[in-house]
T-cell receptor
Framework: GAGVSQSPSNKVTEKGKDVELRCDPI?????LYWYRQRLGQGLEFLIY????????KSGLPSDRFSAERTGGSVSTLTIQRTQQEDSAVYLC???????????FGQGTRLTVV | DQQVKQNSPSLSVQEGRISILNCDYT??????FLWYKKYPAEGPTFLIS?????DKNEDGRFTVFLNKSAKHLSLHIVPSQPGDSAVYFC?????????FGTGTLLAVQP
């Protein structure tokens, strides 16, 4: 596609349920990032994939959060046993190289009730 | 520990005047600084950047100034246009990740 695509655009889930958020990066982009933005806060780094290297998971807030990137393309962010504080907009970005050239998707708004 | 700070949550400017958006940072290891613009329900889009070895970068109506001794950068938009109304995020680049500020909502009044 022409840009980074995220699905779903909105997700409402009950506390304690698991959710999966999907990101389709720009074709050919080797780097992929997940960020989240909670209400009134800045963008918070979660995880970074670069090619076949081990991902940088240093931003994941707890072991309930995990992410995969299959075949160097599509990525899935999984949140297990969701909590209300997980409510946020989750943003995916991809780049050819270097965070300075990253393009963001439109985000997934997650609401945990 | 907020390493990138935007202390003004909002700014209102008249069309045609200058908009100045400010950002402060704490980590002297940041090597690149960027401004992103975000419209509602859309992801941030890259606007302009500056290397830590420079003090000014200009692109059309947008100019970013970096004062390393003060750990401060600013984005100037001149002349401001109603279409510039958006949330502006300052970001600092540290290897493999961007650290973002909380954003400033700019409203340009016609």
């Amino acid at each position: 596609g022409a840009g980074v695509s995220q699905s779903p655009s909105n997700k409402v889930t009950e506390k304690g349920k698991d959710v999966e958020l999907r990101c389709d990066p720009i074709s050919g982009h080797t780097a992929l990032y997940w960020y989240r933005q909670r209400l009134g806060q800045g963008l918070e780094f979660l995880i970074y994939f670069q090619g076949n290297s081990a991902p940088d998971k240093s931003g994941l807030p707890s072991d309930r959060f995990s992410a995969e990137r299959t075949g160097g393309s599509v990525s899935t962010l999984t949140i297990q046993r969701t909590q209300q504080e997980d409510s946020a907009v989750y943003l995916c970005a991809s780049s050819l190289g270097g965070i300075t050239e990253a393009f963001f998707g439109q985000g997934t708004r997650l609401t945990v009730v | 520990d907020q390493q990138v700070k935007q202390n003004s949550p909002s700014l209102s400017v008249q069309e045609g005047r200058i908009s100045i958006l400010n950002c402060d940072y704490t980590n002297s290891m940041f090597d690149y600084f960027l401004w992103y613009k975000k419209y509602p329900a859309e992801g941030p889009t890259f606007l302009i950047s500056i290397s830590s070895i420079k003090d000014k970068n200009e692109d059309g109506r947008f100019t970013v100034f970096l004062n390393k001794s003060a750990k401060h950068l600013s984005l100037h938009i001149v002349p401001s246009q109603p279409g510039d109304s958006a949330v502006y995020f300052c970001a600092a680049s540290y290897p493999n990740k961007l650290i973002f500020g909380t954003g400033t909502l700019l409203a340009v009044q016609p």
